[in-house]
């Protein structure tokens, strides 16, 4: 059997970094910048600050590399859980920063969901994505979070625990509830329906 999948080539880019090289610890940047940019996007409108974290994370990496765990799971939910708690400390130190809303933890991530380019094939389905789209906007901003790491970053629902700090039952009920609402949205369209269920479950 081949050890070609993309959770194995981290984890062995993992080890590397841990056995001091250099090199898998650029590869690592490589892979995950552009995926780290975009979700601190979703908790801070500081490009300069966000780039300053995620360097800050893999100084660190490199830094404390030899106290790493072997079992470190999923390298890339280690990552955007790093980068998250860094951008959340930056933002609690730098009253200047503008968020959204107020100070609580769950209010710092925030995103308008358009959902177009990954599910429409046909001009005729663009009402029913609109829908979805209205719907998910106006879910809670924790659970907004929990929808976007599952569909945009494609993480697992374990991975997504770790990212948030939270317990795995707890990611679980969200996306369950998310599932739930655009279960509400199309009850009599199966197929529609279950086009859905298979994004939201990768």
């Given amino acids: 059997m081949s050890n070609s999948s993309p959770r194995y080539d981290e984890l062995m880019l993992w080890n590397d970094l841990r056995n001091g090289e250099e090199a898998a610890l650029a590869k690592l940047l490589r892979i995950y910048a552009k ?14 600050l966000i780039e300053d974290c995620i360097q ?16 470190v799971g999923s390298v890339k939910a280690y990552l955007f859980a790093a980068v998250r708690r860094r951008i959340i400390s930056e933002i609690k130190k730098n009253e200047t920063i503008s968020l959204d809303e107020h100070s609580s933890s769950e209010s710092y991530f925030d995103i308008d969901f358009s959902i177009e380019e990954k599910i429409v094939k046909d001009e005729t389905e663009l009402q029913r994505v609109r829908l979805i789209n ?16 599952k569909f945009y970053k494609e993480l697992s629902n374990q991975e997504i625990a770790e ?25 009599d369209d199966a197929i529609w329906f279950g086009l859905l269920v298979w994004f939201f479950e990768w």
């Fill in 35 to 48: 995926s780290l940019i975009s979700y601190g996007r979703k908790m801070v409108n500081d490009d300069a």
């Fill in 56 to 71: 800050e994370v893999f100084i660190q990496l490199w830094q404390y590399r030899q106290n790493l765990k072997i079992d």
């Fill in 134 to 149: 209205e719907r998910l906007n106006h879910l809670p901003k924790r659970q907004k979070e929990v929808v976007y790491l």
């Fill in 163 to 187: 990212t948030m700090g939270v317990k795995y039952q707890s990611v679980s009920n969200l996306v369950h509830e998310a599932l739930t609402l655009l279960r509400t949205l199309f009850p």
